[in-house]
């Protein structure tokens, strides 16, 4: 039997949370089956269609494998040399090593789809599918278009439990979004350790602790020169 795998992606550049790599197996029957109930690139669905499409995609799939990446361990892989296009290749490659799939269709993170098929290659466990990494593949394969939306609502979970745990609605976690930035700011503000939730090897946060330092030493010397005058 001729099993096809699709992998992708959700959360790649966020501010907050995870980063989740989905991989949905499925036979050329299956591969109908998603073509049928309407499966399409997760970004030009809403979060109500992708929740609806998820269920049915995991009744038709043979397997169904997801895997978050914490913002914890994507910091400390960074600090170890390991940039974020590894990182993806390599959790894909153990997405692709864990299935049973004849056949692989990665949606390509790079503008280099045949450097990064390489890299995924170096990671994998012994196994040698057909493997094709194409960008846009969530668009042109329906079982990489059900990969996406699978880890687009994993994510999407991840950010409602963290929401709910802060009891703070920061929007989608990325830094376009100014409730994400204004929540970040607040954490920063706060001298805390920021939570595990955060990135903080991304220079959006670096630049958030740089702007919030600045306005510490404005304010120190602003009360030095306030004390100086009475005296």
Not at 48 to 74: N, T
Not at 175 to 200: A, C, N, W
Request: include cysteine; hydrophobic fraction near 40%; proline fraction near 4%.
């Amino acid at each position: 039997m001729t099993l096809i795998l699709g992998v992708d992606e959700a959360g790649r550049g966020a501010l907050l949370g995870p980063l989740v790599v989905a991989g949905v197996v499925v036979d050329t029957e299956g591969e109908k089956k998603l073509r049928k109930i309407g499966v399409k690139d997760s970004k030009k669905l809403t979060p109500k269609r992708r929740e609806e499409l998820a269920p049915k995609i995991e009744a038709i799939a043979k397997s169904v494998l997801v895997m978050r990446v914490q913002p914890c361990r994507i910091d400390k892989m960074r600090s170890e040399g390991i940039n974020l296009d590894k990182i993806e290749a390599i959790k894909m490659a153990e997405i692709i090593s864990m299935s049973d799939a004849n056949t692989v269709y990665v949606d390509s993170l790079t503008h280099n789809p045949k450097k990064f098929m390489g890299v995924i290659m170096e990671h994998l466990n012994d196994k040698s599918p057909e493997m094709n990494v194409e960008n846009y593949a969530d668009e042109t394969y329906p079982v990489v278009s059900a990969a996406s939306i699978i880890a687009k609502v994993e994510r999407d979970t991840a950010i409602q439990e963290i929401k709910e745990k802060v009891k703070v609605d920061f929007g989608v976690g990325y830094s376009h979004d100014e409730r994400t930035i204004k929540f970040v700011e607040g954490l920063i503000r706060s001298r805390k350790p920021l939570p595990s939730f955060v990135r903080q090897s991304w220079m959006t946060t670096q630049l958030l602790k740089e702007a919030s330092w600045q306005r510490k030493l404005q304010e120190f010397f602003k009360k030095e020169e306030f004390e100086d005058e009475i005296e």
